[in-house]
C-alpha cells in the first residue's frame, strides 16, 4: 500500500491518558501535516513538518500535545492527559512539494475520551 | 465571520437532479480554490481545483467569483454514489496556516 498509513484507526481512552498515534506518509514525500476534525466542522490544521523540522504550529496545539517527526520520515503526535474535548479524528497528510492541497490523506485515527 | 463559509445542508436530491453549492472566503489574497470530497467517516480526497476561468470535469462544474469572493461547485445528472460531503479549499500560500477548509456541505441523493 503505497498510501498515506496511520495507526491506530480507532483509539478509545480514559480522560487523563495519555495517546500516541502514528502516521507514516508517502515516501518520496517530504512534507507532513498533521489536522484535527470534528464532527460537522472541516479538517483544523494543527502542524506542519517539512522533513524533521516542524515549520508551523497551530494555537489548538496546546501543551499537551506535541509531535514529532525524528527521521523525516514517520510522525507521532502525542496527547497528554487526555480530555473530552479531544475526542475528534485526527488526520495525517503528505505532499512532496507545493501545499497542503496538494497532500493525501490517511484514513485518520479516531480518538474517543470518555 | 468566518474565514470560508459554506451551506452545510443538508441537501437532498433524487437522481437526476442539478444542484449547485456556494462557499464564501473572506481573504481577498487567497490565490488558489479547491473543492474537496469527503465520504462517511473517510478522509478527505480533492475532487478537483477551481480556475479563474472556470473549470469542467464530467458532470462537476466549478467556478470562481473573485469580485465577490466565492466559488461554486454544480453537479449535474446527480448519482446516488455523489452522495458525501464537499468541502470548499480556499489557499494563499504554502504551509498550514495558509490553507483552510470550509465546514462542508452535505448532499445526498436518493432514488
Known amino acids: 500500500d503505497t498510501g498515506v498509513s496511520q495507526d491506530p484507526r480507532h483509539k478509545i481512552t480514559k480522560r487523563g491518558q495519555n495517546v500516541t498515534f502514528r502516521c507514516d506518509p508517502i515516501s518520496e514525500h517530504n512534507r507532513l501535516y498533521w489536522y484535527r476534525q470534528t464532527l460537522g466542522q472541516g479538517p483544523e490544521f494543527l502542524t506542519y513538518f517539512q522533513n524533521e523540522a516542524q515549520l508551523e504550529k497551530s494555537r489548538l496545539l496546546s501543551d499537551r500535545f506535541s509531535a514529532e517527526r525524528p527521521k523525516g520520515s514517520f510522525s507521532t503526535l502525542e496527547i497528554q492527559r487526555t480530555e473530552q474535548g479531544d475526542s475528534a479524528m485526527y488526520l495525517c497528510?503528505?505532499?512532496?512539494?507545493?501545499?497542503?492541497?496538494?497532500?493525501?490523506f490517511g484514513q485518520g485515527t479516531r480518538l474517543t475520551v470518555v | 465571520r468566518k474565514e470560508v463559509e459554506q451551506d452545510p445542508g443538508p441537501f437532498n436530491v433524487p437522481e437526476g437532479a442539478t444542484v449547485a453549492f456556494n462557499c464564501t472566503y473572506s481573504n481577498s489574497a487567497s490565490q488558489s480554490f479547491f473543492w474537496y470530497r469527503q465520504d462517511c467517516r473517510k478522509e478527505p480526497k480533492l475532487l478537483m481545483s477551481?480556475?479563474?476561468?472556470?473549470n469542467e470535469d464530467g458532470r462537476f462544474t466549478a467556478q470562481l467569483n473573485r469580485a465577490s469572493q466565492y466559488i461554486s461547485l454544480l453537479i449535474r445528472d446527480s448519482k446516488l454514489s455523489d452522495s458525501a460531503t464537499y468541502l470548499c479549499?480556499?489557499?494563499w500560500g504554502t504551509g498550514g496556516f495558509k490553507t483552510i477548509f470550509g465546514a462542508g456541505t452535505r448532499l445526498f441523493v436518493k432514488a
Open positions: 479549499v480556499v489557499n
Open positions: 497528510a503528505s505532499s512532496p512539494a507545493g501545499g497542503v492541497t496538494e497532500a493525501f
Open positions: 477551481v480556475y479563474s476561468s472556470g
